[in-house]
């Protein structure tokens, strides 16, 4: 089964470790703590529950869930969400947002000034360009069975599924998301009672689960490089 690539580079993103991380032991996959959803987008054709407490993030989704390929390929291409149409729907201009900067925990305005020199070079894989463009209207197609709640971690269906719960982290990095965590402590608890397979995320030295070192994961965009640390209840 051939997964898709990420929509949009989001922080944080799991999608280059996703492989690294527990197989789906269950045909259906929730991500309380969505994102850009790394994990779920290596395993397209399952059934996917997507929940994020920000709503720009709820709304890209719900968007790419609901439009056909058709309409995506006629928003134009520009440097500056401002320059779009008045035709194109908020949640559209979010991604296109999203899609100017990479590693990014909130929409951008402009084209970032990497993408305009990977443009400039050919390489215009970032940016709301033709390239990318084209790629999310040739995936969308894959994610028309996914479901999305806008809301928190405890909005999840109580069902048996695998369970990728990815949240903002309890350090300095965790800061940057535009929705932070005040109780680490009842999250733990949380994830203890979900039935089925269960993967949880963390950065090395975390204490509300007993996470284990898992990996060192070098960013794409500093090469800076942290050690991931993850619990599961195998």
Known sequence: MLGI???????????????????PRHKHIIEPFAGAAGYSLRYPDYDVTLLDVYPVIAGVWRYLIATPAGEIMRIPCVE?????????????????????????????????????????????????????????ARQVERIKHWRVI??????????????????????????????????YEALGAWCKTRAGQVIVCENDGATWLPFRPFMNLTQSINGKTSTEAIWTND
Request: one cysteine or more; hydrophobic letters at 35%; a positive charge.
């Open 5 to 23: 690539k990420p929509f949009w580079n989001y922080y944080g993103g799991k999608w280059r470790a996703a492989p690294r991380y527990p197989t």
């Open 80 to 136: 500056s969400v401002d320059d779009l149409p008045a035709w194109v729907p908020q949640e559209a201009r979010w991604l296109v947002g999203f899609c100017m900067n990479t590693g990014v925990a909130s929409p951008c305005k402009i084209l970032s000034r990497r993408n305009r020199y990977m443009r400039d070079i050919g390489r215009a894989v970032w940016g709301w360009s033709p390239g990318r463009r084209d790629l999310i």
């Open 150 to 183: 806008e809301g928190d971690y405890a909005k999840a269906p109580d069902v048996t599924a695998t369970w990728f719960i990815d949240p903002p982290y309890n350090n300095r990095a965790g800061s940057c998301y535009k929705h932070k965590l005040s109780d």
